[in-house]
């Protein structure tokens, strides 16, 4: 074993059910700051990573986009990576649940516990929150519904094996009060112990009713909860059971990082599990805070999702992780908005750090040829200036305490105790070239210091600003170092880009504005029809001119020349068949990949901007939002009627099949007073309680 320090920093393996937002970058840009910090600091790091693969919420994802499930994830992986890549996340290990290594894993620590008898089998009947995987009792609900999804939660009442969680409620008690840090941030811990000590039930963690997950060894008919399965992670890239060395090194892990959502999961079901495996425990795990956009919760249906990748691209990489560590203390909310991101980009770092480095080079160049220039004798002012930089103690203090925001004061005290050096000295009055030598020479130095504290946080402008000074391999072990004159500097471009809030602010209006009247002259193209059909006075039509059926979409692709409409493949059973809908301002393809739709079959082919549509997908409108008409159970070629109609075979024309007045009544498709079903299923309408069917 080396003697150097060990350090284990894991983050929550993520959901690949969607591609990763601002909250996943969260996590992922704090642990990689932990990392790369004690990796400057000379310790043996191991970083780990990866997605959360198994489970009911993945398979049915999967179904709906009408995909395999493991081709459904093994899809969505590289956008995980490519985000990693663009954020600059170094980690070791990217573990994927659904790895060999992983799954004997799971079996180890299931056996020990197993044979300590906390394992036994039992009949489950409870709530339970897909979007959480996370069973729950009435009292933590909202109306019947999970506080977190807002979603309805469903009855699960099956056979299942529990893990004996009541039994550790002492013990896990116990452990919180003698390692004060494990439950962090110290302000949230009451939260957890006063849950604890309400009482702790036992925990199902096998399922029978779907397949897609980790056999349970003792039973073939269940799985493994996808809980008990994920948190296992962090002993699998540990080494565990296979690689005893590499396990006795790093585990435990110095910090678990995770979400608020998920604290409960990490601080106490985790902790258990490996209490009953007879394994050590975390030494920390931290719950941040949580972040929301301009006030509100990220979500699909708002459209407030931030990529990472995309804001990454227009502002830079550095410069998001920066302001997410800066603008919040860890443990607390967020908010995003571009407005503070780009407040902070012009004032700590363009302004501050970014002139910092320009006036230097600049005032190098001009008096000493681009070369760190000799140090002589030191005033009082120099003195100061080096006092200023000292903030290693207070920097380690802050990281150790997960406290960023406060570590990052601490560097931008020192950076701003630089800028007044430069501004009291004045090296641009200074005749005495040994005394402007020392001036300038300090500043570099300084600048040196301050690359090697914003590295962890900003690794790419780190190296830039070594680049300009001429120095290299620098990290904490080289802090006490000093900068050699002789260097040759290089006034490279601004480190930093200033940007315009309100021309900012303007593009963006103008953009919406943009959008708006797209989207409004598409409506009204696609509404032409209905239009034309108007104007010709089109007359009522009898319901029993439409043939339709149910149809499955299986695959979506964008109309090359409308940005408004898909290309959708439809199957019947015994054909399939192209149609061209403008649904795509409403939904996105993945959205609509596997539904079971109705189609108009007996439609006149038409063709529209240049493809042709063989039939028309129904759906409604109403108050700006569309829904299509859906199946859940129905066959696909099967078809959808109203009773006592028998549909037609002959061909309609658009303005005919207009005339029949179809429309939703309560989420349900009715012509006139009848439903429509497809045998015994009635025809649903998504996210539309009521309003016309076109
Ligand atoms: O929970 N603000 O995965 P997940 C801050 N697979 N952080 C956020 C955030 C937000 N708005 N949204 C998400 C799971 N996060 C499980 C974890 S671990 C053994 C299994 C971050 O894809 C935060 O870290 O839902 C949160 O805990 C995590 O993403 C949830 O990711």
């Keep these: 074993m080396s003697n150097k320090s060990i350090f284990y920093v894991t983050t929550p393996i993520y959901y690949p059910n969607d591609i990763p937002h601002l909250g996943h970058a969260y996590t992922s ?7 790369r910090f004690h990796r400057s600091l000379g310790d ?6 990866g997605t959360d693969e198994h489970g009911q919420k993945i398979e049915n994802a999967a179904k709906k986009a009408g995909k395999e499930t493991k081709e459904f994830v093994d899809n969505l992986i590289p956008q995980f990576k490519e985000a990693w890549k663009v954020l600059n996340i170094s980690y070791d290990d990217f573990i994927r649940t659904t790895e060999y290594r992983h799954k004997s894993a799971v079996i180890e620590i299931l056996k020990r516990c197993y044979e300590n008898g906390d394992i036994y089998k039992g009949n489950y009947e409870g709530l339970y929150c897909l979007g959480c995987e996370a069973f729950y009792l009435e009292k933590d609900l909202d109306d019947g519904k999970c506080k977190i999804h807002k979603t309805k939660v469903e009855v699960v009442k099956e056979e299942s094996y529990f893990f004996r969680l009541s039994g550790y409620q002492e013990k896990l008690l116990d452990y919180y009060e003698k390692n004060i840090d494990f439950l962090s941030p110290y302000h949230k811990r009451e939260e957890i112990i006063n849950r604890v000590k309400e009482g702790l039930n036992d925990l199902s963690i096998t399922r029978t009713s779907f397949k897609w997950g980790i056999p349970f060894p003792y039973d073939e008919k269940h799985v493994i909860y996808v809980w008990f399965d994920a948190l296992t992670n962090y002993i699998t890239c540990a080494g565990f059971p296979d690689n005893p060395k590499k396990f006795e090194e790093f585990w435990p892990a ?8 998920i604290m409960w999961f990490h601080q106490v079901i985790w902790p258990a599990m490996l209490m009953s495996a007879k394994l050590a425990l975390p030494k920390k795990v931290f719950a941040h805070g949580w972040w929301t956009v301009n006030g509100e919760k990220m979500s699909k249906s708002i459209g407030n999702v931030i990529s990472p990748i995309e804001t990454s691209k227009k502002f830079g990489a ?4 920066y302001f997410l560590l800066r603008e919040a203390s860890f443990g607390e909310d967020g908010d995003y908005s571009e407005k503070s991101f780009i407040q902070r980009i012009n004032s700590d770092l363009a302004d501050d750090l970014g002139n910092l480095l320009s006036r230097a080079l600049t005032l190098i160049e001009k008096n000493f040829e681009s070369v760190i220039p000799q140090k002589h004798d030191s005033t009082n002012m120099d003195e100061e200036l080096m006092k200023s930089l000292d903030i290693f103690e207070e ?4 990281m150790d305490s997960l406290e960023f925001n406060n570590a990052l004061s601490s560097v931008w005290r020192a950076v701003q105790g630089a800028n007044k050096y430069i501004n009291d000295a004045q090296p641009w009055k200074i005749e005495d070239k040994k005394r402007l030598g020392t001036v300038l020479y300090n500043v570099a130095e300084a600048l040196r210091i301050i690359s090697i504290y914003i590295e962890p946080f900003m690794p790419t402008k780190a190296y830039e600003m070594r680049l300009c000074l001429g120095v290299r391999d620098e990290s904490f072990k080289t802090l006490k170092h000093h900068i050699k004159p002789g260097l040759k500097t290089v006034k490279g471009n601004h480190l930093f880009k200033k940007y315009d809030i309100k021309l900012i602010e303007k ?3 103008e953009k919406k504005n943009k959008e708006k009247v797209e989207k409004e002259k598409e ?3 696609i509404n032409k029809k209905t239009d034309a059909h108007e104007s010709k006075k089109i007359m009522q039509q009898d319901f029993s001119i439409l043939n339709l059926k149910v149809g499955k979409i299986v695959d979506i692709k964008m109309h090359p020349n409308a940005d408004k409409l898909y290309i959708e493949q439809i199957d019947f059973g015994t054909e399939t068949r192209q149609i061209l809908s403008g649904l795509r301002g409403y939904y996105a393809a993945d959205e609509l990949l596997g539904k079971k739709v109705v189609v108009v079959t007996n439609l006149k082919t038409a063709k529209i901007r240049g493809l042709e549509s063989q039939g028309m997908l129904l759906a409604s409108e109403e108050d700006g939002k569309v829904g299509i008409l859906f199946l859940e159970h129905a066959n696909v070629g099967e078809n959808v009627s109203i009773e006592g109609v028998t549909p037609s075979t002959k061909e309609i024309v658009y303005e005919e099949f207009a005339g029949v007045k179809m429309e939703v009544k309560y989420g349900v498709a009715y012509f006139e007073n009848s439903e429509l079903k497809a045998g015994s299923e009635k025809v649903k309408v998504e996210r539309i309680k009521n309003g016309p069917i076109r």
């Design 44 to 49: 043996d790091v191991l970083f780990s990573t």
């Design 29 to 35: 840009i704090a642990a990689d700051v932990l990392a």
């Design 318 to 321: 550095d410069e998001l992780r």
């Design 523 to 525: 409506k009204k193209e």
């Design 507 to 509: 593009e963006e209006q």
């Design 395 to 398: 920097y380690q203090k802050y």
């Design 254 to 261: 110095s910090v678990h990082l995770v979400g608020k959502d």
